[in-house]
């Protein structure tokens, strides 16, 4: 036995020393071994049929299937390829919110007689910049031209009309939060929760819309069902939240109810949103405190009437059957949302089945233009205030959905984009490379707070001095002013149509005086 043991050790010292001794040629035999591991392997595996019948060499296909995303955004796509956001778009958002040169060079790369592309018509004699009122030293200020709620104890207006939508701590990490959080408060944004509840990281000092869905996170009971009481007990403690939300659904899955994974309900997150750790957290895909327009109608009423906020609800649009029916109960009641958010098909911020992605929804030009004209009609549209989101963070957009009648634009995306994101399109795997969507501690740590929190707020106020000077070049002194007639969509070579009169409608008028009248805000205290 034992001379055996010392044959074995004989055998591996000689081993041992021709490899020593010929270091290239045992190199290569690894490497031969290797390989015909690798083949053997491939060949009788039965799960990938590329591999099985290609091997090692099939393995290629995977790896380039896996780096394809990368090498088309980076190598292949040109300027105005790309979706959701070409690289123009971004390269627009990323300058703005570092402050550097956001202008373009050479002229146009757009087809301008591509149909539904919009031309802003400037006037002849813009409104002089130096007769520009600005407010607090912020050259930037555009406050909201409605009071939100002003039959509610404390009713709202809005310091700006381009805030932060709906992205909830969970989908988010703590430092992406806390950032946007930071951005909105330093330039006088609101900050929408999102459906998870209000957190510590949503209390940097910005404004606060608190958002309710479907699973009442962080004002439920163990059981899961609404809780007002606990609701009143977080308003009343923190006067930072303004307004409160119901989310009926979003552009990205509306009907569809939500899960984030067992793997991001930490112990905080279930502390706040009051759910288990280590389990998945499901959001319904339907309310259950109400299931018609009357309860609904009644719940906005009960949470108005026991905070005191005004108190609004958001949805997709669908049917039109819904929108009519809440227009008669409140014409009926005199009661009803404060503010509507119209999110259109385009919207995104939520991971979706394809097909709701690309087929569930209006898209929001045409969800938001059957929804207004028929509260129009019913003489309510004057009542309402008028949030519009999806895809809506660049100037011309804006400008088109407040000519079409919003009053309020909501950014979700491209707040992401001005604090590192970099559309990997990973939002839904918990490995964000950017570090905004993920609760990865490691991948977090990319995010510094402090200064993606001012690239946010100098892309918001960016955003705002832009929507100020082509108000500005049409002769107005706010974007408010705009109209369908200061718009025309071209419907194809040499023939363009305005957009009052493609969309059939006008928006309600204006009654606006001057700006410097606009910014008196009402105060609420905790």
């Given at each position: 036995m034992s001379s055996k043991i010392e044959m074995d050790a004989q055998m591996m010292n000689q081993i041992l020393t021709w490899i020593e001794t010929n270091p290239i040629s045992s190199t290569w035999i690894g490497i031969l071994l290797f390989f015909v591991f690798v083949f053997l392997r491939d060949i009788t595996?039965?799960?990938h049929t590329i591999q099985r019948n290609f091997p090692i060499v099939g393995r290629l296909r995977y790896f380039l299937e896996m780096i394809g995303p990368e090498l088309r955004q980076y190598w292949v796509a040109n300027d105005k390829e790309e979706r959701p956001f070409d690289r123009t778009e971004r390269s627009w958002i990323y300058a703005t919110a570092k402050g550097q040169n956001n202008n373009f060079g050479f002229g146009t790369t757009e087809i301008q007689y591509e149909p539904g592309y919009p031309i802003i018509k400037h006037k002849a004699f813009p409104y002089p910049e130096s007769k520009a009122y600005i407010h607090n030293n912020d050259p930037s200020c555009i406050p909201c031209l409605k009071v939100i709620g002003p039959n509610r104890k404390f009713p709202y207006r809005p310091y700006s009309i381009v805030n932060i939508s709906a992205m909830s701590f969970g989908s988010l990490g703590k430092n992406a939060v806390l950032a946007l959080n930071r951005g909105?408060?330093?330039?006088?944004?609101?900050?929408?929760?999102?459906?998870?509840?209000?957190?510590?990281?949503?209390?940097?000092?910005?404004?606060i819309v608190w958002q309710i869905g479907t699973g009442y996170f962080g004002a439920r009971d163990h059981s899961g069902k609404f809780n007002l009481d606990l609701l009143k007990e977080k308003v009343g403690t923190n006067a930072c939240v303004k307004m409160i939300?119901?989310?009926?659904?979003?552009?990205?899955?509306?009907?569809?109810?939500?899960?984030?994974?067992?793997?991001?309900?930490?112990?905080?997150?279930?502390?706040?949103?009051?759910?288990?750790?280590?389990?998945?957290?499901?959001?319904?895909?339907?309310?259950?405190?109400?299931?018609?327009?009357?309860?609904?109608?009644?719940?906005?009423?009960?949470?108005?009437?026991?905070?005191?906020?005004?108190?609004?609800?958001?949805?997709?649009?669908?049917?039109?059957e819904f929108w009519q029916e809440l227009a008669d109960e409140m014409k009926r009641t005199s009661k009803g949302p404060d503010f509507i958010t119209i999110d259109g098909g385009e919207g995104g911020t939520g991971a979706a089945p394809l097909t709701y992605a690309d087929h569930v929804s209006l898209p929001f030009k045409i969800g938001f233009q059957r929804v207004y004209t028929l509260f129009q009609k019913e003489g309510l549209s004057?009542?309402?205030?008028?949030?519009g989101s999806g895809k809506l963070g660049f100037p011309d957009r804006a400008v088109v959905a407040i000519a079409m009648g919003c009053d309020l634009i909501n950014i979700a995306r491209e707040a992401m984009l001005s604090i590192g994101c970099i559309q990997a399109q990973k939002c839904h795997t918990d490995h964000c490379p950017a570090g905004v969507a993920t609760q990865n501690w490691w991948l977090q740590r990319g995010v510094d707070p402090t200064i993606k929190g001012k690239r946010a707020a100098k892309y918001i106020q960016g955003f705002r001095k832009e929507l100020l000077s082509l108000a500005h070049s049409c002769g107005y002194e706010h974007p408010g002013q705009f109209t369908g007639q200061d718009i025309e969509i071209s419907m194809g070579?040499?023939?363009?149509?305005?957009?009052?009169?493609?969309?059939?409608?006008?928006?309600?008028?204006?009654?606006?005086t001057k700006l410097q009248d606009y910014t008196v805000f009402p105060k609420r205290q905790a």
């Open positions: 595996q039965k799960k909105a408060r330093d330039s006088g944004s609101y900050h929408n929760t999102g459906e998870g509840g209000l957190s510590h990281y949503h209390m940097e000092g910005a404004d939300e119901i989310k009926l659904s979003q552009g990205a899955k509306p009907g569809k109810g939500g899960i984030l994974p067992a793997k991001k309900v930490n112990a905080e997150i279930a502390s706040i949103r009051h759910v288990e750790e280590g389990k998945d957290c499901i959001s319904p895909n339907s309310h259950s405190e109400f299931t018609n327009v009357k309860e609904l109608v009644q719940f906005i009423e009960t949470i108005a009437n026991g905070t005191g906020l005004p108190v609004g609800i958001k949805s997709a649009v669908g049917e039109i004057e009542q309402i205030v008028w949030i070579m040499n023939r363009y149509q305005t957009l009052e009169g493609l969309l059939g409608y006008k928006r309600d008028e204006v009654k606006f």
